[in-house]
C-alpha cells in the first residue's frame, strides 16, 4: 500500500541553523511528493513539489529532492528563521488519483 | 472568497447527534477533497469530487459518513449518529485541475468536531 513516515517532532532548533525534516515512503507506481506547512491558526499549504524521481523542489529557501532509490524526499534549508515554526506535511499522491497520503507531521520550533 | 472557506469553525455535538460541515471552493474549481485530521496526526483522504460526481468515497470511515456537492459548488459532509472517534479537524481541498494533474489543492482551514 502507500504510506509516507516523517521523523517525530517536535525539532527545536536556534536561528539561522541547518534544518533537515526526513520522510521516506511507500508506494506502488510514480507519486508525486509533497511538503505541506501549517503556520500557527492557519490551514495547510504548498511549500514545495516533485513529480519524478531526481526532481528538486523549492520555495522560500526550502528544498526537497524526489530520491526513487531511497524512497525519500527529505526536507532541508539551509539557514531557518523564527518565522519558519511550524507543522510540516510530507505527503504522496499516487498516479492519477489526486488524494493526498499525509506523513504525521512534524513540529518545527525555531528559537530566536 | 479569495481561498476555501469553512463553516463552522468549531462544533461541539452531543453523542448520536446529526451534524453537517459545510465547503466553499474557490470559484470555479473541479476538483474538491474531504480529510480527517485527528489530534496530532496527518489528515487522511475521505472523498473526492469531480465537479458534482463523487468519484472516489473509499477513505469514508462508515456508512454513517456522507459527502455532497449538488451542483458542482459548494460541498455538504455529514455525519449521522456522531460518536467520540468521530472527534478531529475536517479539512477541504480545492484545486482547479483534475485529479493527475498535480494541479495544487488549496485547503480551508478546518472544522474543528467535538463529540461529547
Known amino acids: 500500500g502507500n504510506s509516507v513516515t516523517q521523523m517525530e517532532g517536535p525539532v527545536t532548533l536556534s536561528e539561522e541553523a541547518f534544518l533537515t525534516i526526513n520522510c521516506t515512503y511507500t508506494?506502488?507506481?510514480?507519486?508525486?511528493l509533497f511538503w505541506y506547512v501549517q503556520y500557527p491558526g492557519e490551514g495547510l499549504q504548498l511549500l514545495l513539489k516533485a513529480t519524478k524521481a531526481d526532481d528538486k523542489g523549492s520555495n522560500k529557501g526550502f528544498e526537497a529532492t524526489y530520491r526513487k532509490e531511497t524512497t525519500s524526499f527529505h526536507l532541508e534549508k539551509g539557514s531557518v528563521q523564527v518565522s519558519d515554526s511550524a507543522v510540516y506535511f510530507c505527503a504522496l499522491s499516487p498516479s492519477n488519483t489526486g488524494k493526498l497520503i499525509f506523513g504525521q507531521g512534524t513540529t518545527l520550533q525555531v528559537k530566536p | 472568497g479569495a481561498g476555501v472557506s469553512q463553516s463552522p469553525r468549531y462544533k461541539v455535538a452531543k453523542r448520536g447527534q446529526d451534524v453537517a460541515l459545510r465547503c466553499d471552493p474557490i470559484s470555479g474549481h473541479v476538483s474538491l477533497f474531504w480529510y480527517q485530521q485527528a489530534l496530532g496526526q496527518g489528515p487522511e483522504f475521505l472523498t473526492y469530487f469531480q465537479n458534482e460526481a463523487q468519484l472516489d468515497k473509499s477513505g469514508l470511515p462508515s456508512d454513517r459518513f456522507f459527502a455532497e456537492r449538488p451542483e458542482g459548488s459548494v460541498s455538504t459532509l455529514k455525519i449521522q449518529r456522531t460518536q467520540q472517534e468521530d472527534s478531529a479537524v475536517y479539512l477541504c481541498?480545492?484545486?482547479?485541475?483534475?485529479?493527475?494533474?498535480?494541479?495544487?489543492?488549496?485547503f480551508g482551514q478546518g472544522t474543528r468536531l467535538t463529540v461529547v
Open positions: 508506494a506502488t507506481g510514480y507519486p508525486s
Open positions: 481541498a480545492s484545486s482547479s485541475g483534475y485529479r493527475g494533474t498535480n494541479t495544487e489543492a488549496f
